[in-house]
């Protein structure tokens, strides 16, 4: 029996996907990828000329990671034409979508079609973080003309993106700093050896950060705290639209921002399709 996936729209993260799906032996159905030369040459690799005739050949749809960045068209960087959400949402109909930071739940339950979320599953999360917080160094190291290695670095929030971040920092030196609002979260930061800052305390050390790194999903950095940091500090932004710091007023104050979005597909697309072939994998096992 033919083991068959569809795949609409996605990054370099979702061609490398299917490069190893092809090896594994499915048949993969694509849709918005035409402007791939790495599928071209695959043989269970077929581009499909509709979206509808795609999503017709399999019962499992893998979309893109994330899944809209406009919330109005699927994120499909190598398709030759857009997709609107409505239209992909209506070609669904009794299958089962796996994309990452789908956004439209509320449209999906009113369609009946069932979905998994990548970005909802936690080993999926961990493991992209790692690729997350590679890319951050590496932006620090080219965006600043000092080493990381003694700067005093704040990292913002101590989710799963700013634990590992704060970890890879320590170990190349840097002097780490990290924010939270929660006492548990500042008792965690102690036993790692970091700097904890409350956020009730925050205004009051922004002065002191070479880099600022923000992993908080809302505008935290506002016109009274862009006011307090340094005129030369590097602001990196890790939060999803719209993210954690307020862009126009850090242009007033010429302050260098950097909105840093899906670093795994620009820094490690390969070993983010790792982690999202493992993750899918999970997915169907489990359906």
Same mark, same amino acid.
């Given at each position: ?30 849709? #918005?990828?035409? %402007? ?17 005739? @795609? ?23 190598? &398709?030759? %034409? ?6 992909? =949402? ?8 796996? #994309? &990452?930071?789908?956004? /439209? ?6 369609? &009946?079609?069932?979905? +998994? ?13 790692? @690729? ?7 932006? #620090? ?5 000092? +080493?990381? *290695? ?21 170990? =190349? ?24 800052? *409350? ?35 590097? /602001? =990196?932004?890790? #939060? ?8 126009? =007023? ?31 994998? *999970? ?5």
């Amino acid at each position: 029996m033919e083991k068959s996936i569809t795949v609409v729209g996605g990054d370099l993260r979702i061609v490398k996907l299917i490069e190893m799906l092809n090896n594994d032996g499915y048949k993969v159905y694509t849709y #918005a990828l035409e %402007n791939s030369e790495e599928l071209l040459n695959l043989d269970s690799v077929e581009m499909c000329p509709t979206l509808q005739e @795609a999503v017709s050949n399999s019962k499992i749809i893998v979309g893109p990671v994330p899944l809209s960045s406009d919330r109005r068209r699927l994120s499909t960087p190598f &398709g030759r %034409n857009s997709v609107e959400l409505e239209e992909f =949402i209506d070609a669904l109909d009794g299958k089962y979508l796996i #994309a &990452g930071n789908i956004g /439209i739940k509320e449209e999906l339950d009113k369609k &009946g079609i069932q979905f +998994t979320d990548l970005l909802k599953r936690e080993e999926f999360s961990v493991l992209n973080t790692i @690729a997350t917080a590679e890319g951050t160094i590496q932006i #620090a190291m080219e965006e600043t003309q000092r +080493t990381v *290695h003694g700067s005093n670095v704040l990292v913002m929030g101590f989710g799963r993106i700013g634990k590992v971040l704060a970890k890879m920092l320590n170990g =190349i030196g840097a002097k780490v700093y990290c924010e939270a609002r929660k006492n548990e979260d500042i008792s965690w930061i102690k036993a790692y050896g970091y700097n904890p800052i *409350h956020l009730n305390d925050l205004n009051k050390n922004l002065g002191k950060f070479d880099i600022i790194i923000n992993t908080i999903p809302f505008q935290i950095l506002d016109n009274d705290r862009l006011s307090l940091v340094k005129k030369d500090v590097l /602001i =990196i932004d890790l #939060a999803s639209n719209p993210g954690g710091v307020d862009r126009k =007023i850090a242009r007033e104050k010429d302050l260098k921002v950097i909105w840093a979005l899906s670093l795994p597909a620009k820094v490690a697309p390969l070993t983010s399709a790792e982690f999202i072939k493992e993750t899918l994998y *999970h997915v169907l096992k489990e359906l």
